[in-house]
């Protein structure tokens, strides 16, 4: 069973950063694929960025070119720079992660961390 916990998150102003971290129970370099998502009040989860154990990386176009995913494989870590960030970016944001055994794929959520931008 994967564990997945964020941490990182808080209160920000407009036009500034928060750096997530997810911290994963095993190695991150077993996972085929590794995300984070955010979820709005009564507004469904979105993706926001993958990155497959290839290391091919997807945005989605809200936060492409402001938010940057990346790994340490080292310290079984997957990370979310955000920067610029605007007050339609506060949500609560989650680690995801999935990986295949015996041919079948299973998905881990971590529990959520809110990001709020405000004023």
């Known amino acids: 069973q994967v564990q997945l916990v964020e941490s990182g998150g808080g209160l920000v102003q407009p036009g500034g950063s928060l750096r997530l971290s997810c911290a994963a129970s095993?190695?991150?370099?077993?996972?085929?694929?590794m995300g984070w998502y955010r979820q709005a009040p009564g507004k469904q989860r979105d993706m926001l960025a993958i990155?497959?154990?290839?290391?091919?990386?997807t945005y989605s176009e809200s936060v492409k070119g402001r938010f940057t995913i990346s790994r340490d494989n080292a310290k079984n870590a997957l990370y979310l720079q955000m920067n610029s960030l605007k007050p339609e970016d506060t949500a609560v944001y989650y680690c995801?992660?999935?990986?295949?055994?015996?041919?079948?794929?299973?998905?881990?959520w971590g529990q959520g961390i809110q990001v709020t931008v405000s004023s």
């Open positions: 995801h992660a999935m990986n295949q055994r015996a041919g079948v794929n299973y998905y881990y």
């Open positions: 095993e190695s991150t370099l077993s996972m085929h694929a």
């Open positions: 990155i497959t154990s290839g290391d091919s990386i």
